[in-house]
């Protein structure tokens, strides 16, 4: 119960987000936290945000039009500890007056980081590689075992050209790529400083030999890599996700692995999260899975935090915030 009217009411989704952030918003604001770090069940997270001012959420806490209506008329801020927003109903938010706040920026470098990972370590076959270490697959040295494509003389698809694309573009540079692509739905001027070229999405899926997803998951670009897509991609490509599980159809994507329709995959998000263990994506030997590390390290994940908690402290002085999903 809220005994000292003077501070509002905070609902903290998790009880393990870093300390750096919860102890800024503690000095202003009473906080009420969910303490199980599994995803909050709808049914509490109902019964949790009544009457509460502010939210700190995460991308697996679906905030919609239900809970903002359990909430009630004092809500006035979400703060998600994400860049995505894609589980939030923003315009709901808007037509109630509710400011969010999300945490761009700080995770831009991480998640350039962790797609390269990703794209290394599926274009060369790393983690197949590894196992036949464990596992006796390692006999003698072979001319042609373990090979894949190098990104040397590749041409480089980057579908989403903002904060992240535009990182792993510069990031793709030192690998001596043929060429770099990108489509987003405006051309960028700092383009041609990276020395990346503007193209459609369909000359773009079509002509790279590495597809990159670093768009958000919006109307537009759900399911947007489909059957459809994997028939017209080069055989050899190697397709990356490291933006939200649901721009892909899982499902076509595990047939184009399959089927020999594309070479290989490295996702560092599925539908759903987590996988279950008896997915049959997981069975392929073509695809490397990270299970949505694209921000975790430590130093980012401490900035996410202080960044969501100070838009929460800000949006309800009404002051402007750090980052506000304008
Ligand atoms: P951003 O700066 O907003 O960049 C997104 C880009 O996608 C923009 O260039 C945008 O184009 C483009 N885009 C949006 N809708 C499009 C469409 N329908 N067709 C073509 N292009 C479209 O966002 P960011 O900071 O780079 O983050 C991107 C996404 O990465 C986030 O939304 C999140 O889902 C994901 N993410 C994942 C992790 C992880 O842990 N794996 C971590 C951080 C972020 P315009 O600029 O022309 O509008």
């Known amino acids: 119960m809220n005994l000292d009217n003077s501070k509002p009411n905070v609902f903290v989704t998790r009880p393990d987000f870093p300390e750096v952030g919860i102890n800024i918003l503690k000095e202003k604001c009473l906080i009420t936290t969910w303490n199980n770090s599994s995803v909050i069940p709808k049914e509490e997270l109902l019964k949790h945000v009544v009457g509460k001012q502010a939210i700190f959420c995460y991308s697996a806490n679906k905030i919609d039009a239900e809970v903002l209506e359990a909430a009630g ?7 998600t500890f994400s860049v995505g927003c894609d589980h939030i109903n923003l315009k709901e938010c808007q037509k109630r007056g509710i400011r969010v706040g999300y945490t761009p920026d700080v995770l831009t470098d991480a998640t350039a980081e962790l797609t390269m990972a990703l794209l290394l370590a599926t274009t060369r076959r790393l983690i197949e590689a590894n196992k036949q270490v464990y596992t006796g697959g390692w006999s003698s040295w072979s001319p042609k075992w373990m090979c894949g494509p190098g990104l040397k003389d590749s041409v480089i698809g980057i579908f989403g050209f903002g904060r992240i694309g535009q990182e792993v573009a510069k990031r793709c540079v030192p690998f001596k790529p043929k060429q770099i692509l990108y489509t987003s739905r405006t051309e960028k001027e700092v383009a041609e400083e990276i020395g990346a070229k ?7 899926v079509t002509s790279s030999d590495i597809v ?3 768009c958000p998951l919006n109307d537009e670009t759900r399911n947007i890599f489909n059957k459809n897509v994997f028939t017209n991609m080069k055989k050899s490509v190697v397709f990356i996700n490291s933006s939200r599980g649901g721009v892909v159809d899982q499902e076509d994507l595990y047939n184009a692995l399959k089927n020999g329709n ?3 995959a490295g996702l560092d998000v599925t539908t759903p999260e987590p ?3 008896d997915d049959p994506i997981l069975t392929l030997p073509n695809i490397v899975i990270s299970p949505h590390i694209g921000s975790a390290n430590i130093a980012t994940r401490n900035d996410m935090s202080i960044v969501t908690a100070k838009n929460i402290v800000l949006g309800l002085q009404g002051q402007e915030m750090i980052s506000e999903v304008k």
């Open 73 to 79: 008329p004092y809500l006035k801020v979400i703060g």
């Open 198 to 204: 503007y193209v459609e999405f369909k000359v773009l």
């Open 212 to 214: 990159i997803a670093c």
């Open 262 to 264: 594309i070479y290989a």
């Open 275 to 277: 996988l279950q263990l």
